[in-house]
């Protein structure tokens, strides 16, 4: 089975690696990708550029076998619809089983997303736990293509690394010493 990680990963940190390695071992999963996404829907634009945000993402995944990174939505400069991407995923991968992967508080948001009928066809659904996320499971139709992955819950957001930066503290530990290198050096999220 494929996996497929959207997010804006801004930046990617040890929350989403960790329970990406969690799924990746428990579902046995062939691969799994990370998808950056260009403008998402629901949010605010992301404080780094996409290139930066990829960047940071091959420093993170390198040495990870299995993990890949897929760019589709960067390459347009539109909103990233979920629906979308995994409609041209499911194209080019033919019958092979696809698991999209989010974590507890965007999966409730998910009846509030593009034509979510039409992603649960598409894709089985695994959820991430986050700490002091509690799931809605009452939105879930139909039930059985949900997974919710026992992760280890890691109190780390990427708005809590961003504001550290701009505080000038450091947030070591909190993700890859690579991409927390490569945050200095392209001075990113210091004025925000
Ligand atoms: P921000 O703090 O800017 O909202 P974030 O840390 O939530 O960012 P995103 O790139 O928005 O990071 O997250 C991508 C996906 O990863 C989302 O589905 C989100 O729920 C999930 N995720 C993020 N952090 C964690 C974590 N610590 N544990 C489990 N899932 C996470």
Redesign the pocket.
Known sequence: MLGI??????P?????L??AWQVFQSLNLTELRFM??NL?PH?AA?LATSEHRLNMLKLAIKDVPGFTIDDRELKTNDISYTVNSLTSIRHEVGDTPICL???????NQIHTWHEPEKIMKLAQIVV????D?TVNKSKITPVDRVYFEQ?T??????????NMLHNNLTPKFLLPDAVLDYIKREHLYVNH
């Open positions: 990680f959207g997010g804006t990963f801004d990617i940190h040890y929350g989403h960790s329970a950056p996404c998402p949010r992301p992967i989010l974590g507890a508080d965007a999966f991430l736990g986050r700490p996320i992760n819950l890691l109190d780390i957001s990427a708005s809590n690394i961003r």
